[in-house]
């Protein structure tokens, strides 16, 4: 069965930063593109960033760039979103995401394969 477990999540200040984990069974991990997702309340799930299989393989939502990295470790089948100069609209539930292809562009939420039970993150100003 296949699995995405988030962690990581919680409360930062404006400024502040945080870290999230996404630990991942082989199948859902393996030659996939990892991304990670988020959503706010009242608002559709948007796309924060994804990594593919290859390395080098990242790109990321617009408002998020030079802020927000994510990485993955294929040995440990983990992906991580390392958030820095966090802002109040940063906060919402942040989802863990695969889709079954190396390197995967879509941003699309249905266009993933696997999904995470989210993580809340809340940034105060």
């Known amino acids: 069965q296949v699995q995405l477990v988030e962690s990581g999540g919680g409360l930062a200040q404006a400024g502040g930063s945080l870290k999230l984990s996404c630990a991942a069974s082989?199948?859902?991990?393996?030659?996939?593109?990892m991304g990670w997702f988020r959503q706010a309340p009242g608002k559709e799930r948007e796309f924060v960033a994804a990594?593919?299989?290859?390395?080098?393989?990242?790109h990321y939502l617009n408002s998020v760039k030079g802020r927000f990295t994510i990485s993955r470790d294929n040995d440990k089948n983990t992906v991580y979103l390392q958030m820095n100069s966090l802002e109040p609209e940063d906060t919402a539930v942040y989802y863990c995401?695969?889709?079954?292809?190396?390197?995967?562009?879509?941003?699309?939420?249905?266009?993933?394969?696997?999904w995470g039970q989210g993580t809340q993150v809340t940034v105060s100003s």
């Open positions: 082989g199948r859902a991990f393996n030659r996939s593109t």
């Open positions: 995401a695969g889709k079954q292809h190396p390197y995967y562009t879509g941003t699309s939420a249905a266009g993933y394969d696997y």
């Open positions: 990594a593919g299989w290859v390395r080098g393989g990242r």
